[in-house]
């Protein structure tokens, strides 16, 4: 919209008025207007990048937005050149749809997708209008569709647009962007919501090196989603040793493992135990809460009950016994250790992404 203004002649005092109030917009006070005017002037020089949203919760946005290092102030003002964003960007309506129509006619941005794209009836979810003269309402999915054309690398962010995330078991069928458009040129970034730090790492990688990092079968970054949280997990000597939460309200438990309560990490890949959330400052497992699996094409649907241990591996002298007295008897703890300590390393082992 910033550029629109400067580009049909608004005077210069109207030009930093509109980028004082992109600051305000933005969250930062009105002295970044003038540094927003200079990102403006030379939006050309940075990689263009426009993000839609489909069906989502905007959940990977505000992930974004709450970066620390770097902020997103600077990835939005001094990295890439954002042409588009309907859950950030200052123009709406008809000047939002022009701003969309003119950054996709220059091949070679980045596409960024978050949510999932309704496959039962594209009326499922609509932004904008067709066009100047169509007051239709315009379906994301023909969005996509035509942004996918001339983008020079597609990353399907979080969950949702990466397989359909939890949207996937609503009545409007949502998927993956790969669905739609084909894996050619896109990255998944899932887990609900998306790690920030996957996003920026991946667009550094892309702008450094002008090509995808290394992706693995669900074409995901392997140097992001490349070992398996189970494998790297602080609880892992309590499952060895057969020490499993069965009560939350036992502070004796506290630290146990968390495979009965559902835990889904000896099936999910991703560096959650080494990077955390928010700088580190916390992640499901060390809050107490069980891996729902949120990096699988298999969540939620697959994965689902969430909260009840996985059929899908049974463990030896832990099977027979009802899950509730698991951990409560101290007798069994020692032989149950031992039949888990077998099973972890027979039926877990050490997975790498290779070898799924
Ligand atoms: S089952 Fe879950 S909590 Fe237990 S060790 Fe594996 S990843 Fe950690
Ligand atoms: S621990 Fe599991 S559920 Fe939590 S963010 Fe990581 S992959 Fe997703």
Redesign the pocket.
């Known amino acids: 919209m910033l550029s629109s203004l400067a580009k049909n002649k608004v005077s210069r005092r109207d030009f930093m008025k509109a980028c004082a109030a992109m600051a305000v917009y933005l969250g930062l006070s009105e002295s970044f207007a003038p540094k927003i005017a200079d990102a403006v002037e030379n939006a050309s020089k940075k990689a263009p990048v426009i993000w839609l949203e489909a069906q989502d919760c905007a959940g990977c946005s505000e992930a974004f937005l709450n970066l620390t290092e770097p902020t997103p102030t600077q990835i939005i003002l001094d990295t890439i050149s954002l042409k588009y964003h309907e859950t950030i960007m200052f123009g709406s309506g008809y000047v939002a749809d022009k701003a969309l129509d003119e950054a996709m006619k220059t091949p070679g941005y980045v596409l960024v997708v978050e949510g999932s794209i309704p496959t039962a009836d594209p009326l499922f979810c609509t932004a904008g209008t067709m066009s100047d003269t169509n007051p239709a309402r315009r379906p994301v999915v023909e969005t996509l569709k035509e942004a996918y054309k001339n983008a020079a690398v597609v990353i399907a962010l979080g969950s949702c647009a990466s397989w359909g995330g939890v949207v996937q078991a609503t009545p409007s069928k949502g998927r993956g962007v790969s669905d739609i458009v084909g894996k050619e040129k896109v990255i998944n970034l899932p ?2 919501p998306c790690n920030p730090d996957h996003l920026v790492g991946t667009l550094v990688y892309y702008l450094t090196f002008k090509k995808a990092p290394p992706l693995d079968i669900h074409q995901r970054p392997l140097m992001f989603f490349g070992t398996l ?1 189970h494998d790297n997990c602080p609880r892992r000597g309590h499952f060895e040793r057969g020490e499993f939460v069965t009560n939350y309200g036992d502070p004796s438990q506290a630290e146990y493992c968390l495979y009965l309560k559902g835990c ?1 990490g000896p099936f ?1 890949f ?1 560096d ?1 135990p080494s990077r955390g959330f928010n700088d580190n400052v916390n ?3 060390k809050s107490n809460a069980p ?5 699988q094409p298999e969540f939620y649907a697959g994965f689902s009950p969430l909260y009840e241990k996985s059929n899908d591996v049974n463990l030896p002298g832990i099977g027979g016994v009802p899950s509730e007295t698991v951990g409560t008897v101290a007798a069994a703890v020692t032989a149950l250790g031992v039949a888990a300590h077998l099973v972890g390393r027979s039926v877990f082992g050490k997975k790498k992404e290779g070898d799924k």
């Open positions: 887990m609900c949280i889904k999910t991703s959650c992640w499901c497992i891996c729902a699996g949120c990096s």
